[in-house]
């Protein structure tokens, strides 16, 4: 009962930036937190970042700790992931996940992901 719809993903240049935004929609009153995946073809699903829904708590992989940002307008019901200085390494297809509990990195919705692809 929670949908979730990521945009913004693209080609972009080493050292460039990019804003990918999600936007939920169905129990919107029973979220606990949501937060950023990434995936690369053959490798294991990666957490980037999460942020609470309620309470404005964040917290990020040490990988892009300083160059990303979580954040959500609830008033827009919707998460966004600014992403600077791009590296080729961060070249993912990256997932928004939602969770109507705390229950870790364990995520109960999850959006159809957007490819970033970043060149060198």
């Known amino acids: 009962q929670v949908q979730l719809v990521e945009s913004g993903g693209g080609l972009v240049q080493a050292g460039g930036s990019l804003r990918l935004s999600c936007v939920v929609s169905g129990q919107i009153l029973k979220l606990y937190k949501l937060a950023w995946f990434r995936q690369v073809s053959g490798t294991e699903r990666e957490f980037v970042a999460e942020?609470?829904?309620?309470?404005?708590?964040?917290a990020y992989a040490d990988s892009v700790k300083g160059r990303f940002t979580i954040s959500r307008d609830n008033a827009k019901s919707t998460i966004y992931l600014q992403m600077n200085n791009l590296k080729p390494e961060d070249t993912a297809l990256y997932y928004c996940a939602a969770a109507l509990s705390d229950g870790g990195l364990k995520y109960d919705y999850w959006g159809r992901g957007t490819q970033v692809t970043v060149s060198s």
């Open positions: 942020v609470m829904w309620v309470y404005d708590n964040t």
